[in-house]
T-cell receptor, first 114, second 112 residues
Framework: GDSVTQMEGPVTLSEEAFLTINCTYT??????LFWYVQYPGEGLQLLLK?????DKGSNKGFEATYRKETTSFHLEKGSVQVSDSAVYFC?????????????FGEGTQLTVNP | DAGITQSPRHKVTETGTPVTLRCHQT?????MYWYRQDPGHGLRLIHY???????DKGEVSDGYSVSRSKTEDFLLTLESATSSQTSVYFC???????????FGPGTRLLVL
């Protein structure tokens, strides 16, 4: 079945540091890929997405590129801020799976210190 | 904001009691989903609906039932709550040609 593997957390960085959160996937079909972010005490918000190979999703300074050859969708940001502290989830949606359900990684807790 | 509300937002209940959580949407989306969030597991699908009276199971459906009698409401019922069902429950809808899912604010359930 489908699965998503994220780098283990928690991750702690200083403000203005470079961020990478690794995400790899397995899927039977041709999935769409997503990054969601969850701020403390809140629900999940869509951060960015990509629907086909070599697509780059971007939002709020975050980027991720859909790499079919390495089955990866790593999240990057050049300069993190304290306000980026949150839990980040990588997810896939496979149209060949009934209901196009989302399959999530375990989440990566990011803490950014001033 | 995808116009999704969940109620209640917090609930404490006792083992063995029935509990119903409500998800309400205002934008006539066909697909609705219930997930639970637990540490170390991310989010896992409980049940989903693809239309009024049309529902199907997800990967962690045991102990849960759902109903959808009208487009805007998707109810999740724990027939007899257990401590293992202590979790945060999220409702989602699917929208757009890219089939993106958008989430409600969540319901935090504690089963004592």
């Amino acid at each position: 079945g489908d699965s998503v593997t994220q780098m283990e957390g928690p991750v702690t960085l200083s403000e203005e540091a470079f961020l990478t959160i690794n995400c790899t996937y397995t899927a039977t079909g041709y999935p769409s890929l997503f990054w969601y972010v969850q701020y403390p005490g809140e629900g999940l918000q869509l951060l960015l997405k990509a629907t086909k190979a070599d697509d780059k999703g971007s939002n709020k300074g975050f980027e991720a590129t859909y790499r079919k050859e390495t089955t990866s969708f790593h999240l990057e940001k050049g300069s993190v801020q304290v306000s980026d502290s949150a839990v980040y989830f990588c997810a896939l949606s496979d149209r060949e799976t009934s209901g196009s359900r989302l399959t999530f990684g375990e989440g990566t807790q990011l803490t950014v210190n001033p | 904001d995808a116009g999704i509300t969940q109620s209640p937002r917090h609930k404490v209940t006792e083992t063995g009691t029935p509990v119903t959580l409500r998800c309400h949407q205002t934008e006539n989306h066909r697909y609705m989903y219930w997930y639970r969030q637990d540490p170390g597991h991310g989010l896992r699908l409980i049940h989903y609906s693809y239309g009024v009276k049309d529902t199907d199971k997800g990967e962690v459906s045991d102990g849960y039932s759902v109903s959808r009698s009208k487009t805007e409401d998707f109810l999740l019922t724990l027939e007899s709550a257990t401590s293992s069902q202590t979790s945060v429950y999220f409702c989602a809808i699917k929208s757009g040609p890219e089939e993106t899912q958008y989430f409600g604010p969540g319901t935090r359930l504690l089963v004592l």
